[in-house]
């Protein structure tokens, strides 16, 4: 770690084994780019296999001894979580580090394979199922993370476990659905790591800051969003310079448990990466009990 709190890129994570969520585009493949360069082993999880190949192969083009792997991992389908965990754990016997990234952003109402609301079901309760699956795993991996990715819009969440899904589309809006998923990830971490004390594994969150990547693409399709657009641009960073925290988050060693880590710049949009603070100081976490109970119950996976 440099003097000015950026992640020293000469680090090495030789031989420590990461997973990436959403890593073929974006803050993702940045951030799988970044921990094959400390000579990590990682596994892209992707949606599509085919762009998980394509990343691949892009990070080899500059790094030809990188150890990267695309696995096919469609958080939407509980049925795809378990088939990437089980595929994982039968062809690795560690994991040190679980980056929970991949996610949707304002898109038009609709559910997932099983049923929950497209942000919900993606952002959250497809990365606690992951997480839940491969945790015995990261607690046998000394000095293993798990990091989850969220975004500045928590601060705009409210969780209403009497229409947690919008079911039908009731009072659904798709900001308002994507800053409920972000403040439900922000809350997970905090939950998790209350659970994860004094066991050598630590859950820490990271949000990136305003970037500009293909994953607010429909943010250009609402007149409202294209008023700000071009302020957001001004003031937006790249998918490379987003990564910075996440990157910080998983790598640094001075991260503690269920810390939130972001870009110190203007407005929490750029700059680099800082510790914003303890998840506990900076939201309102008293709802993480129970949204972890009904993390559970929706996904029938059960942390030990």
Not at 23 to 50: K, Q
Not at 171 to 200: C, D, I, M
Not at 255 to 260: D, I, K, N, V, Y
Not at 276 to 283: H, I, L, P, T
Request: proline share 4%; hydrophobic share 45%.
């Amino acid at each position: 770690m440099s003097a000015d709190g950026a992640v020293d890129a000469t680090s090495t994570l030789s031989e420590r084994v990461a997973i990436v969520t959403g890593a073929n585009s974006g803050i993702g493949f940045e951030t799988a780019r970044g921990l094959a360069l400390r000579g990590a082993r990682v596994v892209l999880a992707c949606r599509d296999p085919r762009r998980g190949e394509a990343a691949c192969e892009s990070i080899r083009t500059g790094l030809p001894d990188a150890l990267v792997e695309a696995r096919r991992l469609d958080l939407g389908s509980l049925e795809s979580v378990a088939q990437f965990s089980e595929g994982f754990l039968a062809a690795s016997d560690r994991l040190d580090l679980l980056v929970c990234n991949a996610g949707v952003m304002v898109v038009p109402y609709g559910t997932t394979e099983d049923g929950f609301e497209m942000h919900f079901g993606v952002n959250h309760l497809g990365h606690f199922a992951l997480a839940g699956l491969l945790i015995d795993r990261l607690l046998a991996s000394a000095g293993s993370r798990v990091v989850v990715v969220t975004s500045a819009a928590y601060r705009y969440g409210q969780l209403d476990f009497r229409n947690l899904h919008f079911e039908g589309g009731r009072r659904y809006a798709p900001f308002r659905a994507y800053a409920r998923s972000k403040l439900a990830n922000l809350l997970f971490a905090q939950e998790l790591q209350q659970r994860l004390a004094g066991t050598g594994t630590i859950a820490v969150a990271a949000h990136p800051g305003g970037v500009a990547t293909g994953l607010g693409r429909r943010m250009t399709e609402r007149h409202i969003y294209r008023r700000f657009l071009p302020l957001f641009e001004r003031v937006s960073q790249s998918a490379s310079e987003g990564a910075r925290s996440v990157l910080r988050a998983a790598t640094g060693p001075d991260a503690s448990g269920g810390e939130l880590f972001g870009p110190g710049g203007f407005l929490g949009m750029r700059g680099e990466p800082v510790v914003v603070g303890k998840v506990q100081d900076v939201a309102d976490v008293a709802d993480a009990p129970r949204l972890w109970e009904i993390s559970e119950e929706l996904t029938g996976v059960r942390f030990p």
